[in-house]
């Protein structure tokens, strides 16, 4: 990455090329979305590097887990961390969603996830089990079978991580499905949610959500509401509303 390209997303975030770990997760998670209208919009998600750094520096988007932690793994190396892409299965109720579902990053000992929404605003310890206290819950990381580990937020099993090292593309069959399938959770309406001071807001379908010391309100907007509302929120400036199907095509 070329070295004012990593000054410029580190402006994006408030960050500078000293910020510690800790503070450049906390940082990412409240100034970038995490938003999957690039589904809804008709635009093709590509996982390359340069493309999905471009579009959270250029054009000031988020995106879903492969765009933001793959930007983030960007950053970080340019910024001389040493980092693996980690495949995850989420679970889903009882049962637990196909491999390489989610991706998240192991930087040394840490996991840090900028990509699965209400999560933890901080990084984890993979080597520690005890709880680990966080602004957003009570974390624990727990032996699982097969040498992989189970993220617990609170008691309940968030997403089942693979430690084996993975390469961006190996996530691109995963990212496609998401993109396209009716059985995709981002397939199914237009979401962007982001953490604030005291809660978190989020756009689901054309439902507004805040949650304000865990009070949850609901408010339908019209259109142009919701316009005003990605762009004063989230800092999206759309020229329409996102599609409530996805338009992807396979050109």
Known sequence: MKPEVV???LARIGATRTTALADLQELHLRAIPFEN???HLGERIVLDEDALVAKIVERRRGGFCYELN???AALLRALGHEVDLLGARVFLGERLSAPLEHVALRVGSTLVDVGFGDFSLRPLRLDVRDDQHD??????????PDGDLDLLQDGEPQYRLDPRPR???????????????PDSHFTRKPLASMPTAKGRVTIS?????TTEAGRRTERQLTDA???DAYRGLFGIGLDAVPSKAPQVTSD
Request: contains cysteine.
């Open 7 to 9: 000054d410029a997303y």
């Open 37 to 39: 209208l690039s589904v």
């Open 70 to 72: 793959g930007a983030l």
């Open 135 to 144: 602004p957003e819950g009570v974390f624990r990381v727990v032996e699982a």
């Open 167 to 181: 390469t961006l593309a190996d996530f691109g069959p995963t990212c496609w499905y998401q993109q396209t399938s």
């Open 205 to 209: 379908g054309s439902t507004l959500i």
């Open 225 to 227: 509401e919701a316009l």
